[in-house]
């Protein structure tokens, strides 16, 4: 009997690149669309291989799948699945290496170069009454102070995007500090910075990293970017700190619940210019996360470990 793969969701991409590879390597397939375990538990009782999107892979979902040996995931975050409950039980976890870090560092710009230029705003009085004088008024990118937490491989490439645009360049992370950045710790980035933009993983030690303590000493009018996880912000103090004008506004592609429920602050926030999770998606991107997905399963069984391998089981039984 050919071993099961199976796709829990994958959002809006086509798994059909994905699936005939693996079908091309002799797994059978199925694919769902659900992030629900119960739904997952059922159809992948035994499967070996568990290619998820968001669906949330934690210790209870993995103790119902007893074949499980690789959960590959269709993101570079991780922050989806409990990492150490899997390499525990001998199960690997791969992502997608370094895909869309193109897309996912010129949407961060783009959102930026649209706060500064208040496209948001001009793209509806255009429409609306042609002349207009949004407040606050645009900004000089030359003038400006971009500040950037984290400083990985979107983080880098953003800092590649804005050099020679604007003033200066701050930046907080780990590892080395990118050409044209000058290295800060955190509070300094926060409260030097006119344009804040987040480059983190969601872990125990990011989330909710930017807090009301924090974003209360952000320079007045300055304007956050986020294109890495909803879940670093402090929801509730991030929509007081644009209440209060502290910040004039924020561009953000991702919220801590996606989709938003009705009546999400920030998602219906008026200063929130709002992307729906969409920084890596490009035509070819979509494939390359479909195709680096299947292709961590299928390496994994060539070779016995995935391409992009997260962590390696702590036990193989
Ligand atoms: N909106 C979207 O479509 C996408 C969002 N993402 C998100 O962007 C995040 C970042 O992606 P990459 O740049 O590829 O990650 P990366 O791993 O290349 O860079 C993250 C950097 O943060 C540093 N870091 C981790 N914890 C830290 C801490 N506590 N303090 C300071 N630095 C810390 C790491 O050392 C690393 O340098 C992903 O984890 C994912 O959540 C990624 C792809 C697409
Ligand atoms: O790659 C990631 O982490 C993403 O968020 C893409 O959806």
């Known amino acids: 009997m050919p071993e099961l793969a199976v796709y829990t969701d994958i959002d809006d991409l086509d798994p059909a690149p994905g699936v005939e590879l693996l079908e091309d390597n002799g797994f059978r397939v199925r694919v769902l669309a659900t992030r629900d375990p119960s739904e997952i538990a059922a159809a992948a009782a035994e499967a070996t291989a568990l290619l998820a999107g ?11 799948l007893p074949r499980l040996r690789i959960v590959s995931l269709l993101s570079r975050g991780s922050d989806t699945v409990d990492v150490a409950a899997a390499t525990a039980r001998g199960v690997w976890v791969a992502a997608v290496g370094d895909v869309a870090v193109e897309e996912v560092a010129t949407h961060a710009w783009a959102l930026t170069l649209a706060l500064v230029r208040r496209l948001d705003y001009f793209a509806l009085s255009a429409r609306r009454d042609w002349l ?96 890495s996880r909803g879940g670093l912000v402090d929801a509730e103090a991030l ?38 999770h969409v920084a890596y998606l490009s035509d070819a991107a979509a494939r390359d996360y479909v195709l680096t997905q299947a292709r961590n399963v299928v390496h994994w069984r060539r070779t016995g470990r995935p391409l992009h391998p997260l962590a390696e089981p702590a036990a193989r039984p």
């Open 54 to 64: 968001y669906a949330p892979v934690d210790a209870a979902l993995l103790d119902r």
């Open 132 to 227: 207009a004088r949004p407040a606050p008024g645009p900004r000089r990118l030359s003038e400006l102070t971009l500040g950037l937490i984290g400083l990985g491989r979107t983080g880098s490439r953003v800092a590649a995007l804005a050099a020679g645009s604007v003033h200066r360049i701050l930046g907080y992370g780990r590892g080395p500090t990118p050409p044209g950045v000058d290295a800060a710790p955190l509070a300094e980035v926060v409260a030097r910075s006119d344009l804040l933009s987040l480059h983190l993983p969601l872990t125990a030690e990011t989330a909710g990293l930017l807090d009301a303590n924090l974003l209360a000493t952000a320079r007045p009018g300055a304007y956050l970017v986020n294109v």
């Open 239 to 276: 929509a007081a700190a644009l209440d209060s004008d502290r910040l004039a506004g924020a561009a953000l592609d991702v919220l801590d619940v996606e989709p938003p429920p009705a009546g999400d602050r920030l998602a219906g926030h008026p200063k929130v210019l709002l992307t729906p």
